[in-house]
């Protein structure tokens, strides 16, 4: 990857750590010392403690550090109206 890429809320990135393998998703946070990559999406489960929740999904979120940003492979980006259509359920 060109080491000028910054990563930006929305971007669909690959991550490729070598040996310890590959994650891939989008960036669901920015800051300059890490991002936040959101690797997986699922509902939250339907039980008493979860009926009155605002937030309806459960969000794997993986860390990655600026130092590892040549790392990371810029695939595409997505506006909101494409953030919108995944959460009604296409995830």
Do not use: A
């Amino acid at each position: 990857m060109d080491e000028s890429y910054v990563p930006k809320v929305d971007d669909y990135v690959i991550w490729d750590k070598g040996e310890f393998g590959i994650d891939e998703g989008w960036v669901y946070f920015y800051s300059d010392e890490y991002i936040t990559i959101e690797t997986g999406v699922k509902p939250k489960p339907k039980c008493r403690y979860t009926v009155n929740e605002r937030h309806k999904f459960i969000h794997t979120l993986l860390l990655c550090h600026w130092r590892h940003w040549h790392e990371l492979k810029y695939v595409k980006s997505r506006g909101c109206k494409q953030l919108e259509l995944n959460l009604g359920g296409d995830v």
